[in-house]
């Protein structure tokens, strides 16, 4: 199994860019999670989905994020327009069962807005 | 709302010595896991150990071992025989089984000294 995959690894763009993070679950996992890591606030959940379903969202920032999860392979999170203080690591994690409690990571994504 | 609090911003041991990682949390819930996730320099977040709440005995996995203190809500991590690999980044993690979400402590980042 390849793990929970993202991408890219790696993202430099200037302010005001459209940014978009992919994430790719473990094969067979129901629930997806987006974090986000900076050294401030720690790690934070953004949103989560079950079934491809959003759960809840009360951790998205503001109306500049969006998070979608067209099938069960694929989420993306992406930022409109993006903002200097938005530079963090974002981690996706999925989880096996509608509410279950180990969480695989992903190898996160290193945003860095100009 | 859930907060976990882990007191000790950094720590330091010797390798092949002992170290114990502290972690309290608040909730009200009675159906809730614990989690330890180690988090080395490549940003990976790699699960270490879990504990099930309603479980009185301590989880163990190899070197690493929880004291679960249910009624003091507390959840230390021990290391034993520290290894160089052992270095990272250290979190605790409260995992809600009514909301579904994994809450973090804010880290402690180990040294290993050879």
């Known amino acids: 199994d390849a793990g929970v995959i993202q991408s890219p690894r790696h993202e430099v763009t200037e302010m005001g860019q459209e940014v978009t993070l992919r994430c790719k679950p473990i094969?067979?996992?129901?629930?997806l999670f987006w974090y986000r890591q900076t050294m401030m606030r720690g790690l934070e959940l953004l949103i989560y989905f079950n079934n491809n379903v959003p759960i809840d969202d009360s951790g998205m920032p503001e109306d500049r994020f969006s998070a979608k999860m067209p099938n069960a392979s694929f989420s993306t999170l992406k930022i409109q327009p993006s903002e200097p203080r938005d530079s963090a690591v974002y981690f996706c994690a999925s989880t096996p069962t509608p509410l279950g409690s180990e969480q695989f990571f992903g190898p996160g994504t290193r945003l860095t807005v100009l | 709302a859930q907060t976990v609090t882990q007191s000790q911003p950094e720590m330091s041991v010797q390798e092949a010595e002992t170290v114990t990682l502290s972690c309290t949390y608040d909730t009200s819930e009675s159906d809730y896991y614990l989690f330890w996730y180690k988090q080395p320099p490549s940003r990976q977040m790699i699960l270490v150990i879990r504990q099930e709440a309603y479980k009185q005995q301590n989880a163990t996995e190899n070197r690493f071992s929880v004291n679960f203190q249910k009624a003091a809500k507390s959840f230390s991590l021990k290391i034993s025989d520290s290894q160089l690999g052992d270095a990272a980044m250290y979190f605790c993690?409260?995992?809600?089984?009514?909301?579904?979400?994994?809450?973090f402590g804010q880290g402690t980042t180990l040294q290993v000294k050879p």
């Open positions: 993690a409260y995992y809600s089984g009514n909301t579904g979400k994994l809450i």
């Open positions: 094969s067979g996992h129901n629930s």
